[in-house]
């Protein structure tokens, strides 16, 4: 079964790039997570016939509330290991901070998400991270590492939030650059990297992807004319990195 491929994020403006607030974390009680009372649940549910409705609304309730903390709590371990670790993360973090900006735990924020992307960046607010939709912590990564692109990219260069050609540009350089379409690169010699086909398709498609949940795109075909309109200068400027990282 394949999995729809999710954006690396989507519309930056401020309504949807402002974390919501973060769940309080459940006030647990016992009654609703116990094995027995899943399983009278269950049995009113599938076998008698008898759904005690309150019970159930108020049990798969906290259920979600239970996921979503921990969801959170991995996402926010995470986020502070990748900083203190990760080559990639720790480059880039040094790089914004050349720039003025400081990006910590403070302003990249673990949230779950409903729409189909895995972060998103906004000036005012940082960087969010979607607790709910990271595979793993390699995922959580790239995730990372393409928002503090686009971090970088808005301390470096004045981006404007309705140009459509700067926001693909942007994308171009986040997918590029972050680490997403890794498995599609290859190195060629020491110290440099061959573009190949394949990563040149992955970033495309990132990128596209990441553009059709902007508003002033039409369809598909028209976000690939914007892509395609900004490609060649975008995908070859590789700053703040030398080459493509790793
Ligand atoms: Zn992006």
Redesign the pocket.
């Known amino acids: 079964m394949s999995k729809q491929e999710d954006a690396?994020?989507g519309v930056p403006n401020s309504a949807s790039a402002k974390p919501p607030p973060k769940p309080e974390p459940p006030k647990l009680d016992p009654v609703y997570y116990t094995w027995s009372s899943t399983f009278s649940i269950l049995m009113g549910r599938y076998v008698t016939g008898n759904r005690d409705v309150p019970l159930e609304r108020n049990y798969f309730e906290e259920m979600d509330a239970i996921k979503a903390e921990s969801y959170c709590k991995r996402c926010e371990t995470n986020r502070d290991y990748l900083l203190q670790y990760s080559p990639i993360v720790k480059f880039l973090k040094d790089e914004v901070g050349k720039l003025g900006g400081d990006l910590n735990g403070k302003n990249i924020h673990c949230r779950m998400c409903t729409a189909e992307q895995s972060g998103g960046f906004h000036v005012d607010h940082g960087i969010m991270l979607c607790a709910n939709k990271f595979r793993n912590r390699g995922h959580q990564e790239d995730t990372m590492a393409?928002e503090m692109v686009?971090a970088w990219d808005h301390l470096k260069y004045k981006v404007e939030d309705n140009n459509l050609r700067h926001q693909a540009c942007?994308?171009i350089r986040?997918s590029t650059l972050s680490g997403e379409c890794r498995f599609a690169r290859e190195f060629f010699t020491k110290n440099q990297w061959r573009i190949t086909e394949q990563l040149q398709n992955c970033v495309r498609r990132r990128a596209t992807l990441?553009m059709l949940a902007r508003p002033g795109i039409k369809d598909d075909v028209h976000a690939t004319k914007v892509v395609n309109e900004v490609w060649d200068s975008c995908f070859h400027d590789t700053r703040p990195f030398d080459e493509i990282y790793r």
Do not use: G, I, N, V
Request: hydrophobic letters at 25%.
């Open positions: 690396p994020d393409h686009h942007l994308e986040a990441s």
